[in-house]
Each structure stands twice: as C-alpha cells, then as structure tokens.
C-alpha cells in the first residue's frame, strides 16, 4: 500500500454492499498468516469495516491486485547456511532477532501512531503484527518506545 496514500471516514461515497468488503478484508486478513508483506495494508482497511467507502474498496481492490502480481510469495523457510557439526546445530541457527518500528500520528482523524515488529528465527520469519497503538504518542521516542515494548512482550 502506497504510504502516501491516507485514507479516512470522509471521502467516497458509502458502499451499497458493506458485507462484500467485509468478507474480502476477513480473507485478506487470513492470508496475512502467510503473507507478511500485506499486513500492513490489510491493517489499514480493516479500520473501515462498520461503514466502509468507495475509497476504502478501492484499496482493498489494490491489495488483491498485489496479490495476484505476486504469486508464489509467502513464507519460506530455509536452513540459511547453518552447518551441522558433528552433530551439533550451529549456535545462529537457533539465535532470536527481533525488529520494531512505528510512525508518529500516522492516521491524521485520531493522530495515533502504528507499531510493528518482526520476529526472525535462524533468519527465518516467525512472528510479524503491525497495529495502531491504543494511546496517542506525544513525540516520535514515545512511539517508538512502545514499539519496542511490543516487540519485547512478544519475545518473553
């Protein structure tokens, strides 16, 4: 999802059929479980669901248009060159890393911040989540603190 792009309550006209776009984010919220890379975006338009516009189905019709550019996308696991030495797993195959980010007032209507991280195990993605905090951040440190906080809460 272009980042440029902002979406809100205002513009559009309502959609005759919200149930049809609501079965459509539920799938596409499903197919985050193995499509990282959308859940950003999927995040985004599910904040429309009660009375979604015209705009907002526009950009879900983006996000399928995504998905069918890129077929075969998706989780992969690999072994990422850890070597088994007499019979020993290599230590990094079973190393942790964990990374977070987050904007600062991102949505413009209630000026919250979204959060993501995500979790990499042997160099292999296991965890993601991207949200908008519950709270408005007062500076882009705070916003990114509670990033993080996500992100440590999840590793424990």
């Known amino acids: 999802m272009d980042p440029l792009v902002k979406l809100d309550n205002e513009k559009g006209e309502l959609?005759?059929?919200?149930?049809?776009?609501?079965?459509f984010v539920g799938k596409l919220n499903y197919l985050t479980i193995t499509q990282p890379d959308i859940s950003f975006a999927v995040s985004v338009v599910s904040q429309f669901m009660s009375a979604p516009h015209t705009t907002h189905w526009q950009a879900v019709l983006h996000i399928v248009r995504y998905l069918k550019g890129a077929p075969g996308r998706g989780l992969i696991f690999r072994d990422r060159g850890h070597l088994h030495i007499a019979g020993y797993l290599d230590p990094d195959c079973l190393k942790v890393t964990g990374y977070s980010d987050a904007d600062w007032a991102g949505y413009p209507v209630d000026r919250r911040s979204t959060s993501g991280y995500c979790i990499f195990l042997g160099g292999n993605l296991v965890s993601w989540k991207s949200?908008?905090?519950?709270?408005?951040?007062?500076?882009?440190?705070?916003?990114?603190?509670?990033?993080m906080a996500n992100v440590t809460r999840e590793l424990q």
């Open 15 to 23: 959609l005759h059929d919200p149930e049809k776009y609501r079965r």
């Open 131 to 147: 949200k908008k905090q519950y709270v408005v951040s007062r500076s882009s440190a705070e916003a990114e603190y509670r990033a």
